[in-house]
């Protein structure tokens, strides 16, 4: 007889997930068994850890727009799902978790529907197998509709228990979009064509990028992005000056503290405090739901509510072409200056180390067609933000908001299982391979023979060995280059460990060679880890006020001078 478990798989392949991502236990074992068990049921990939499942989940719901899956056992399980939970919600991915419950001990259910509340959009616990189907069908609308984590807490028996025959749900589909006011749109318009150094800012998606480029030829306005629409829009752009960010891109700094008008097209991640002061510039915030952009307090703005990619698609025939491109001009060439200056600082090192940003400026001029780059948080990211060109087609994925260290690896996983034909490359720092992602990668050695034939699979860490963003953080707030490295990681030879683990690896030390390696690297196929050991006195761009990598810096305490001569080649 078909049991509970059997009929939640067979309904999640109908809701369109492929793959659940978790760890397994007593009291989930039904559900696990059901998943592994009928060869059209979703795929079970087992974690090392839960926190590294939720990861993925988030990742896989990322990349694809459609939702994720991550199941846990009841009590430490729950606790360990939080961290990738709260990842997917400060990012507003769509995410279902699946948490057993032991019926013996009555209180676990309860507190783990108190710990899962406080991160989801939907929480419920099933209490009786003719329920699951309903609370299944209402937790992955709610995860799509709401962009958020929705948790069902389904106690063991529940799940072993026969199936009541109820008929299948009807899949959760796309939320309706919400068609823009008339009136909205022509103020909208109004602000817009009276601006004579417009910006557009904002995470319109992938889907809305035509419509964007439109509304940019139309205004003369450069473009700034946010960190989860690193990818909107290709790199190539003369008009797109980069993240924005307390710690991103100087030129979008620049155009964000000049500009007279924003628009805002879905910019609900953008942090706040980047925006200008009221009263110093007009915005228009387009939203998929009123207050979805953060705006300051008491600034003057024209919102208009709906589907973002309608949005500007109604917006852009009520624009006129601005005549005056002198603003434009400005942008593309302070954009054109941004980029000549990374450039030459990724190609200039001290010493024998090898310099962080020619690693990812070498990884960019050799990126596969449609690659997956992935980044962790620490100076990775800053690199990733600086010096990483992405063309039409590619896509990035990184932990936003929360930037979770160690996320860039579980995240690279699901991102190999999502997209298989795609080339993905992880960027990685030691501490954060340190803090959580060393235990993921026997995830991909447990697959190694499938992933061995598919497109490389690049695990890139940065070997400094220091926390360097802490690092430069506090040398920043001191405004002493000469602190030394104050958040030591243990060393570890990570190629050496990845050879043991069973999977290929790669070291280099020799910047000269960092092209060859690269290019040697991604003509492979499957899994590799590749160490860069890396210059730690390297600063990112907003650490230059207290040493910058173009210039020869004083020696720190125990540091021989030759170390900052520059050497040529």
Known sequence: MVNVSEVVAARLRHMGVDRVYGTPGLAVDPLVGALRGAPAAPWFVQARGAESAALMACAQAKLTGGVGCCLAPPGAGVLRLLGGLYDAAADRAPV????????????IGGRAVRHLAEVSV?????????????ALYRAARAALTDRGVASLVVPRPVLAAPAPGTPPAAPPGPPHPRPPAEEDLRRAADVLDGAR???????????????????????????????????????????LAGVAGPLGSEAAATLLRECDTLLLAGAEDLDPALLPRPGRCRIVAVDPEPGD?????GAPAVRVTGD?????????????????????????????AWRDE???????????????????????????????????????????????????????????????????????????????????????GDGALQGGGLNELLTVRRHLEQLAGLPPLVFCVFNNGDLNRLTWQRRAAAGDPLIPLSAEVPALPYAEWARLAGLPAVRCDRPRHVGSVWADVLAGRGPLLLEFVVDGETPPDWASAVGRADEPRPATPGTPLTRFLRVSG
């Open 122 to 134: 939907y929480c419920e616990e099933v209490s009786a197998p003719e329920l699951m189907d309903d």
């Open 308 to 336: 973002v990619t309608a949005c500007l698609e109604a917006l852009a025939p009520l624009l006129r072409l601005a005549t005056d491109r002198s603003w434009r001009g400005r942008v593309e060439q302070l954009v054109g």
């Open 197 to 239: 150094k417009p910006v557009v800012v904002g995470n319109a998606g992938r889907q809305a990028s035509g419509q964007v480029a439109e509304v940019v030829r139309l205004l003369g306005a450069g473009v700034v992005t946010t960190a989860l629409a690193r990818d909107a829009l290709p790199d190539d752009l003369p008009y």
């Open 293 to 297: 952009c953060p705006l300051p307090g």
């Open 96 to 107: 279902l978790a699946l948490v057993g419950a032991d019926p013996a001990a009555r209180h």
């Open 342 to 428: 990374g450039a030459a600082r990724s190609r200039r090192y001290f010493g024998t180390s090898v310099n962080p940003r020619s690693v990812v400026a070498e990884l960019s001029e050799r990126l596969p067609d449609r690659a997956v780059v992935v980044t962790d948080s620490g100076t990775s990211l800053d690199w990733w933000t600086r010096h990483l060109r992405l063309r039409a087609g590619m896509r990035s994925l990184l932990s936003a908001h929360l930037g979770l260290p160690g996320a860039a690896v579980p995240y690279a996983v699901a991102a190999r299982f999502a997209a298989p034909d795609r080339p993905v490359i992880a960027l990685v």
